[in-house]
C-alpha cells in the first residue's frame, strides 16, 4: 500500500509536466511564419518563432567542388532578408513538412526550390530544429542545403 502512495503521486507528476509534441501542422504554423517573414523581409515576424541562442547554417558545394558550410550570425541573416527583400522578390516552395517530436525537442525538414525575381534559383532541404520554451517553440536551429543544377523537377 506504501508503495502505491508513493508511486501514484510521482508518476502523476511526470504525466503533467509532459510536454505535448509538436504535431505537422503547428510545425508548418511556425516554418511558414518564419519563411513568410523571411521572403518579405520582415524580420519582427522572423523573430517571433527564433529562440534568442539560434544557430544558422547553410551547406553547399562550392564552384571547385569543395564542401562548404557557412555559419551566419542571427544578425547578419535578418539583415540581409531585410535588405535583399527590398531589392528582390524571393518565392520559396517548400515541399513537405516532416516533423518528429520528443518532449521540449523537434525536427522540422523540408525540401525546397527557391526562385528569385520569378527565376529558378536553386534547390534544397531546409532543417529546423525547434525547442518548447515557457511560452512556445520556437526555432533554435535552421541549417540548409544548396543544390543548382542537380534538382529533380518541381
Excluded at 508511486?7 to 511558414?32: C, T, Y
Excluded at 519563411?35 to 522572423?46: I, N
Excluded at 562548404?68 to 535583399?84: C, D, F, G, Q, W
Excluded at 525537442?105 to 531546409?126: E, I, K, L, Q, R
Amino acid at each position: 500500500m506504501k508503495f502505491i502512495i508513493i508511486v501514484f503521486p510521482l508518476l502523476f507528476g511526470v504525466v503533467s509536466i509532459a510536454q505535448n509534441p509538436l504535431s505537422k501542422e503547428n510545425g508548418k504554423i511556425i516554418i511558414d511564419v518564419y519563411m513568410d517573414g523571411y521572403q518579405s523581409g520582415d524580420t519582427l515576424k522572423m523573430k517571433s518563432v527564433m529562440h534568442p541562442n539560434i544557430s544558422i547554417q547553410t551547406a553547399y558545394l562550392s564552384k571547385d567542388q569543395e564542401n562548404v558550410v557557412l555559419n551566419l550570425s542571427p544578425a547578419e541573416l535578418l539583415k540581409y532578408a531585410a535588405i535583399t527583400a527590398k531589392k528582390q522578390k524571393w518565392r520559396i516552395n517548400l515541399k513537405d513538412y516532416m516533423v518528429n517530436s520528443d518532449g521540449n525537442v523537434a525536427h522540422v525538414w523540408s525540401p525546397y526550390y527557391f526562385y528569385a525575381n520569378d527565376s529558378f534559383s536553386h534547390c534544397g532541404a531546409t532543417s529546423f530544429t525547434l525547442v518548447y520554451t515557457d511560452d512556445s517553440w520556437k526555432i533554435i536551429n535552421i541549417i540548409d542545403s544548396r543544390r543548382i543544377g542537380s534538382c529533380n523537377s518541381e
